[in-house]
């Protein structure tokens, strides 16, 4: 997944790349306070490199695309509601940008944070 020959040489589409596009979409989405880590070995290396696809994980199996994405919601959202509009939204841009179909989208909430109201 991901490869593509042409006249002119191959195309390979990284996990990495896929990685970004729905980190960016996943920020532009109402109610997500950030990211979180997928485990505690991603937490240290996200906070030496700024990563930006901490907290998202990209798969190909064959012609499918799956992306797990972990995130922190606002206290106070409709938890069910953002996890949907985040999953709709990352499968748009990734499938826009690259022209290929995501096979699933896995909201995993990680946490709520409370805002401060200063």
């Known amino acids: 997944m991901g490869d593509e020959t042409t006249t002119l ?4 589409i990284s996990p990495n790349a896929v ?4 980190y960016h979409a996943t920020l532009q989405s109402y109610g ?4 979180a880590p997928k485990n505690l070995a991603d937490g240290i290396v996200s906070t030496i490199t700024r990563e930006p696809s901490h907290g998202i994980n990209v798969r190909y199996k064959g012609e499918d695309i799956d992306i ?3 995130i922190i919601i606002e206290f106070g959202t409709r938890v069910n509601s953002v996890a949907q509009s985040v999953a709709n939204t990352v499968r748009f841009h990734v499938e826009k ?3 290929l179909q995501v096979n699933s989208v896995n909201i995993h909430v ?6 401060d109201s200063d």
Request: a neutral charge.
């Open 9 to 12: 040489g191959g195309i390979h």
């Open 19 to 22: 990685a970004t596009i729905a």
């Open 32 to 35: 997500v306070v950030g990211l």
């Open 68 to 70: 797990d994405i972990n």
């Open 97 to 99: 940008a690259l022209g």
């Open 110 to 115: 990680a946490g709520l944070r409370i805002s």
